[in-house]
């Protein structure tokens, strides 16, 4: 339609009165990211647009890649349309990106999360006529353990398992879910070893002036035993691997919204799964959705189906959208090195 502020190409989410794309998956002239995780920030482009604080992740992933920064809030004339980008909550830097023309509003909001993890950026609700929305986790069985009661059961978990006298081996993404779990670890019952994908994205994030806890990178010559009672914090793809096997008796545990499922931790041979992500929950997701205000709702990445007819029953012009995000995964391989 000729109204739509935005549309939806195989080659992304492109405006057509500002001749830029969204996240793009193919290589395009003009890019506006909302975030650094790799489905959603990748190489190829003429030019890119992201916030500050995702802007030094992104040149790390991508390198020197022709990077434009904005702040939170901050409004720019890209062609015929006003363009701010708002906190999405997912990671830090991460954003909502509202397009306006003549009074029309739309986001397009990435992965977000509505949760203050005390890491990210709070969400910022954006009122807008149309929301493209994830539905990663879209249906009523996914709901996140609060971050409060989170922080006991993985500490409880780690002091029970050193006890026993096994290295607790927690795996999570190495850009958001490592440095939010980092932040609720407690660093009295002993070191955090991280991998190497996990501490290359933390100085990074500490060079911005992000304030993580201390911890050990792994290197190849690490001595388990002169670290004792030490938690060993790193990417899934490395479970399995000569890496992890080097720590001897192991407690394995995921952090992921997949664990709300039933099997998922059984079929991944986990001793634990904490009920945690970096993306909206089921009632988030309602919840983030009836804050736009918006009517028409685009529904990408996830149980599009169940949650797309869920919104039309609520009363919503609801629709699903093709793309090659990829949401959460327990599988994604990490690209940078040990």
Not at 144 to 161: E, F, Y
Not at 297 to 313: M, P
Request: include cysteine.
């Amino acid at each position: 339609m000729s109204s739509d502020l935005l549309t939806f190409t195989d080659r992304g989410i492109y405006c057509p009165l500002g001749d830029f794309y969204i996240d793009p998956w193919r290589p395009v002239d003009r890019a506006l990211i909302t975030h650094g995780h790799a489905d959603h920030a990748r190489p190829g482009h003429g030019a890119y647009l992201a916030t500050e604080a995702a802007a030094p992740v992104m040149h790390h992933r991508l390198g020197d890649i022709p990077l434009d920064t904005i702040r939170f809030g901050e409004t720019r004339q890209i062609g015929d349309v006003t363009v701010s980008f708002h906190p999405a909550g997912h990671v830090p830097g991460s954003a909502q990106i509202r397009i306006e023309h003549k009074g029309q509003i739309w986001v397009a909001s990435g992965d977000y999360k509505t949760e203050n993890d005390g890491f990210s950026e709070p969400f910022e609700p954006v009122r807008c006529h149309a929301f493209i929305t994830e539905s990663t986790f879209g249906l009523p069985v996914f709901k996140w353990t609060p971050q409060s009661q989170l922080a006991q059961d993985i500490n409880a978990w780690w002091a029970s398992t050193v006890a026993d006298g096994r290295t607790p081996l927690l795996g999570a993404y190495a850009l958001g879910k490592a440095q939010r779990l980092m932040s609720i670890l407690d660093p009295s019952i002993g070191p955090i070893l991280t991998h190497g994908a996990v501490e290359n994205t933390n100085e990074v994030l500490r060079a911005q002036g992000l304030k993580l806890p201390d911890a050990i990178r792994v290197p190849p010559d690490l001595n388990p035993k002169e670290h004792k009672n030490a938690l060993v914090l790193a990417t899934p793809s490395a479970f399995g691997t000569p890496w992890a096997r080097r720590f001897g008796t192991t407690s394995t545990a995921f952090a992921s919204g997949w664990m709300r499922l039933r099997g998922v931790r059984r079929r991944r041979a986990a001793d634990r799964g904490f009920i945690m992500s970096d993306h909206a929950d089921w009632p988030a997701l309602n919840a983030a959705i009836k804050e736009t205000g918006a009517t028409r709702i685009f529904v990408t990445h996830g149980y599009t189906s169940v949650f797309s007819k869920w919104l039309n029953e609520q009363g919503y012009d609801a629709q699903i959208v093709s793309t090659e995000y990829e949401g959460e995964s327990l599988d994604t391989a990490e690209v940078e090195t040990a």
